[in-house]
């Protein structure tokens, strides 16, 4: 399996319009890759607070039709990252879409875990309430689908692989004052769930506030891929599926996990 993550920059002096279209003939270019992923929040910025309302976006919203269409064109699976969107009774998520090589919407990811200690992105937007997963094809492997801050939680990722994830798709706009957080927990959540990791976060600046970049593809033994810089960059890893089914029978430990341990007295 080929995949590309595209690690775009989010210009405070491009539309999102503009970015859109840039967006998705990056994503239309990928014609050779298998999978192709779009960082979190890469319309408007994740740190753009401002303006989350006034982009919001309906789950076939603009963004949609045009991810949709690149998809199709390419003929890859498409992580189209993370939108602003505008829920029918107007909740407000971080939501990331998954699109089919034929198109079709496949899944929808709210992001659980709300980045800003009661302000910012916590404050303004609604905590989703489901894990999800999907199926990359007929016989192909299963993602888990996690976003940014969700990568600190542990708890999410085994309860994806509990539901058959053999990888995680993780959008991300991790900001650059703690790219060293962002390494070590990718390698961590790929070690400890024997899967592999895909990171794909943002380059330049989200409201002033300086992106990691550092996109990374981590394999199910926790060693590290690929690493783009901290630059727009189209980072391109061929993988192997079956490594994970390797890893997990010639190193079982996740057949060794004690659930429901006992809180200390």
């Known amino acids: 399996m080929r995949a590309a993550l595209l690690q775009i920059a989010v210009r405070p002096d491009e539309t999102v319009t503009a970015r859109r279209t840039r967006a998705a003939a990056l994503v239309r270019e990928q014609h050779a890759a298998d999978l192709v992923i ?5 319309t408007v910025g994740a740190f753009s607070f401002d303006a989350f309302h006034d982009h919001a976006e309906p789950l076939d919203g603009p963004t949609a039709h045009a991810m949709s ?5 390419a003929r890859v699976w498409l992580h189209a990252g993370s939108i602003i969107e505008r829920g029918p009774d107007g909740t407000l998520y971080n ?8 198109g079709a919407p ?11 200690f009661d302000r910012g992105e916590a404050a303004l937007l609604a905590r989703g309430e489901e894990t ?8 192909g492997p299963t993602a888990g689908l996690a976003t940014c801050y969700d990568l ?11 539901a058959g994830a053999e990888m995680f798709l993780v959008p991300a706009g991790w900001p650059a004052a703690r790219r060293a957080h962002w390494s070590l927990l990718a390698r ?11 990171a794909c976060g943002t380059a330049g600046t989200h409201a002033g506030v300086e992106q990691a970049g550092h996109s990374v593809v981590v394999d199910p033994w926790g060693e590290v891929v690929a690493e783009a ?5 189209t980072l391109v890893v061929d993988l192997d599926p079956a490594l994970v089914t390797r890893t997990r029978a010639d190193f079982p430990t996740l057949r060794d996990r004690v659930l429901g341990v006992p809180a200390p007295r």
Do not use: C, M, N
């Open 38 to 42: 779009l960082p979190e929040l890469w």
């Open 69 to 73: 269409r690149a998809a199709a064109s």
């Open 95 to 102: 939501t990331s879409l998954v699109f089919a090589p034929d």
């Open 106 to 116: 496949q899944r929808r990811y709210r992001k659980i875990h709300r980045f800003g």
């Open 132 to 139: 999800v997963t999907v199926a990359l094809g007929d016989g």
């Open 152 to 162: 600190r939680f542990p708890e999410q990722f085994r309860a994806l692989v509990d």
């Open 188 to 198: 961590a959540r790929a070690v400890e769930s024997q899967a592999y990791v895909l």
């Open 229 to 233: 810089g901290s630059g727009e960059e």
